[in-house]
């Protein structure tokens, strides 16, 4: 048995919920979120757990360890639970990320519970100032010119590798559950910070990594570097 069949026989959660126009439900209520479905993602220790509506206005919220939780009550629910890694909240999802010292077996109930118990609509992301920009064609680069990049300061810099990564990276990672924080640019270097079910997966150190730096390479400079922590 398939770990998604295994999943919806043990604890009756459905793995492609629709309604009966076959659409996922409409967005409920602070407080009454359920979980529709469990899908995998390209990192083993990562699933994501698919919501009945909209649970973050903007941005993404991420919480790495029981450090960040402050006063959130699904946060501390959920490290509360022996092996739990990470949490990323964006859009309709919570991407929940294992130790893979622990099986999905010993904790997926206990998740599930916590989530639909304890999440809240967010107002607002961590990084929602940047979300509101995302577009089809990002503002920012409508005047972009690559040739300028290096005489731009600081600010400017990040707001234009913010927006190519609005418009090309983000979209392709938040559908695998995860996404990416841009941390600093330094001269030539470009420092960023994997998300959700990115943080441990192989990939994203690996070809996701080599993707990305190719791409801003491409839309940039040739000289820039790529580093994730």
Known sequence: MGLLAWIQKQFGISINAKNENGQESAPAKAGQFKVL?????????AFQFILNGKV????TRTFDSPDDVGNDPMAKALFDIFGMQSVFIKENFVTITKSNAVGWHTIMEKTGTAIEAYLHYYEKGDDAEDAKGDKDVHPVL??????????YNNDRKTEVINALLDVAIRPALAND????NLLSVE????????QGACG????STT???QYIEQFLKEAIHPDVEVQAS
């Open 37 to 45: 479905r469990i899908q995998p993602t390209p990192n083993p220790d």
């Open 56 to 59: 973050i206005e903007a941005g």
């Open 142 to 151: 409508e005047d972009f010119k690559k040739e300028d990049f290096f005489n």
């Open 177 to 180: 559950g995860g996404g990416i």
């Open 187 to 194: 001269d030539k270097t470009i420092k960023v910070h994997y």
């Open 200 to 203: 441990s997966c192989p990939s």
């Open 207 to 209: 070809g996701t990594l």
